[in-house]
């Protein structure tokens, strides 16, 4: 076991899969540190000074041992051409796809660091090295080629899969280079490692995954290896079915959400050499929890990762609102071992919706009329979640043929009443698209074919 002095050695040395002396904590803390400054998302991701301010701050507040330096990934494709909606507590959101507006890829713009919002990526990431680099691990975050794929194409895309593959793998192909851009840029700077954030891959199968995934990313770890770079692969959404593909992708460490047994993926890990990053629950746990719930959850978390190759981190990036308190004491719970004590002023997550049940603030399982459709998206938030904003846009794309006959919402688990509606629906993983109260595509964004097939299919009955 190797003694190490600071929490970046700690961080790297579970990335080199060595066994460390404490497991390194590492909050993926997202637009949450603009709320710990004052400030909004949108001033916040604007703003090179205050990035650097709100990780700096979070990093010393939370005792992290390594941050992010800017959690947003829809900078690429905004330089490319896709419009963005700003939200005050979440990242911006991609609205518009160029390549459905009638512009192939040859007439997108040049990809250069001095456009859009990349130069101010890199200040801030500069600065937040040159600040806290020496004892803090400082990972870049860039986004992944399938989903900028799907961010620049929409929808369409996954449908392109099927019927246009080789226009679907050039598409893929120019994505990786522009990943790999990004990613020699952040290695200019020196951070220590690139995470290449590709949500949208959790919502493929396997076969896709080999077929699409797989050959775009060997440019970018190659790319990043060459230079003695350290590369993970970052997927939110319930990625079981591709997690042993990630890491045959060959990086040097995964990140995966509370939906993926970690268990399974400590076992992979020991086969692959490959560190893995997660995986504590953001709503139920770190949101709505107390500090004592979210310390026997990191407890329980530490316990299954081990002390090889396991770094503590939240299953994605944390939600604007996550109680300060919380993160603090799981900080020094990892750092110290530091147990909070038992407080009445916190409520537990079991007397929380207990609250919320007395309180009336629960939706109702909805009624349909025959010929009738009523679709649900259950998502943690599709303005900040990528695999559930594709999922509303798949409902948006049939919308139209349909007419009166087809009613939908989202339901969004950013609430007490959220939660108890999953339960009482059954829903175990996100996003999930329920047809007339019955779960249909769990985890998968069906294409506009497959979801048309299950709305006629219910229409009929």
Same mark, same amino acid.
């Given at each position: 076991m190797v003694a190490l002095k600071t929490g970046k050695?700690?961080?790297?040395?579970?990335?080199?899969?060595?066994?460390?002396?404490?497991?390194?904590?590492?909050p993926f803390t997202g637009v949450h540190v603009a709320k710990l400054i004052g400030m909004n998302a949108e001033n916040f991701l604007k703003d090179p000074d205050a990035i650097v301010k709100g990780v700096v701050t979070?990093?010393?507040?939370?005792?992290?041992?390594?941050?992010?330096?800017?959690?947003?990934?829809?900078?690429?494709?905004?330089?490319?051409?896709?419009?963005?909606?700003?939200?005050?507590?979440?990242?911006?959101?991609?609205?518009?796809?160029?390549l459905e507006e009638g512009?192939?890829?040859?007439?997108?713009?040049?990809?250069?660091?001095?456009?859009?919002?990349i130069p101010l990526c890199l200040e801030a990431t500069k600065k937040i090295i040159d600040e806290i680099g020496d004892t803090k691990a400082v990972f870049a975050l860039i986004c992944g080629p399938f989903s900028l794929a799907l961010h620049l194409a929409g929808q369409s895309f996954l449908t392109g899969m099927i019927e246009k593959p080789q226009a679907a793998k050039e598409l893929l192909d120019y994505c990786a280079g522009i990943a790999v851009k990004m990613s020699e840029w952040y290695l200019e700077l020196g951070v220590d490692a690139i995470a290449v954030v590709d949500p949208m891959t959790s919502q493929i199968s396997p076969r896709h995954f080999k077929r699409y995934v797989t050959p775009c990313?060997?440019?970018?770890?190659?790319?990043?290896?060459?230079?003695?770079?350290?590369?993970?692969?970052?997927?939110?959404?319930?990625?079981?079915?591709?997690?042993?593909?990630?890491?045959?992708?060959?990086?040097?460490?995964?990140?995966?959400?509370?939906?993926v047994d970690l268990g399974m993926v400590?076992?992979?890990?020991?086969?692959?050499?490959?560190?893995?990053?997660?995986?504590m629950a953001l709503t139920t746990t770190l949101l709505f929890g107390s500090p004592v719930e979210c310390v026997n959850e990191a407890k329980e978390r530490i316990s299954v990762g081990g002390?090889? *190759?396991?770094?503590?981190?939240? &299953?994605?990036?944390?939600?604007?609102?996550?109680? !300060?308190?919380? /993160? #603090?004491?799981? *900080?020094?719970?990892?750092?110290? &071992?530091?147990?909070?004590?038992?407080?009445?002023? !916190?409520?537990? /997550? #079991?007397?929380?919706?207990k609250q919320c049940e007395d309180g009336g603030e629960e939706d109702v399982i909805a009624?349909?009329?025959?010929?009738?459709?009523?679709?649900?998206?259950?998502?943690?938030?599709?303005?900040?979640?990528a695999p559930c904003q594709y999922m509303v846009e798949a409902v948006k794309s049939v919308v139209d043929k349909y007419g009166e006959r087809l009613t939908w919402k989202e339901s969004l688990i950013k609430s007490l009443a959220g939660i108890r509606r999953t339960q009482k629906l059954g829903v175990n993983t996100l996003p999930t698209m329920l047809i007339n109260n019955e779960v249909v595509f769990d985890n998968i964004t069906p294409t506009s074919d497959e979801l048309c097939k299950e709305i006629d299919k219910r229409i009929k009955q």
């Open positions: 050695e700690l961080v790297m040395a579970a990335l080199r899969y060595e066994e460390v002396e404490r497991v390194p904590w590492v979070a990093a010393d507040r939370y005792k992290a041992d390594g941050v992010c330096s800017v959690f947003d990934l829809q900078v690429e494709p905004e330089v490319l051409g896709c419009r963005l909606k700003w939200s005050k507590n979440n990242p911006p959101a991609v609205v518009s796809h160029v512009k192939t890829i040859a007439d997108l713009p040049e990809f250069t660091k001095d456009k859009g919002r990313m060997e440019p970018v770890v190659k790319t990043v290896h060459d230079r003695n770079g350290v590369i993970t692969l970052f997927c939110c959404g319930n990625a079981t079915k591709n997690i042993e593909l990630m890491m045959q992708c060959k990086p040097d460490g995964i990140a995966f959400d509370e939906q400590q076992r992979l890990s020991e086969q692959y050499h490959v560190g893995f990053e997660g995986n002390k090889r *190759g396991y770094i503590l981190s939240p &299953g994605c990036d944390l939600p604007f609102d996550t109680p !300060f308190y919380n /993160l #603090e004491a799981v *900080g020094a719970y990892a750092q110290n &071992g530091t147990m909070p004590e038992a407080s009445a002023g !916190f409520l537990s /997550l #079991e007397d929380a919706l009624e349909v009329e025959p010929g009738n459709v009523c679709i649900e998206i259950v998502t943690l938030d599709s303005e900040g979640c």
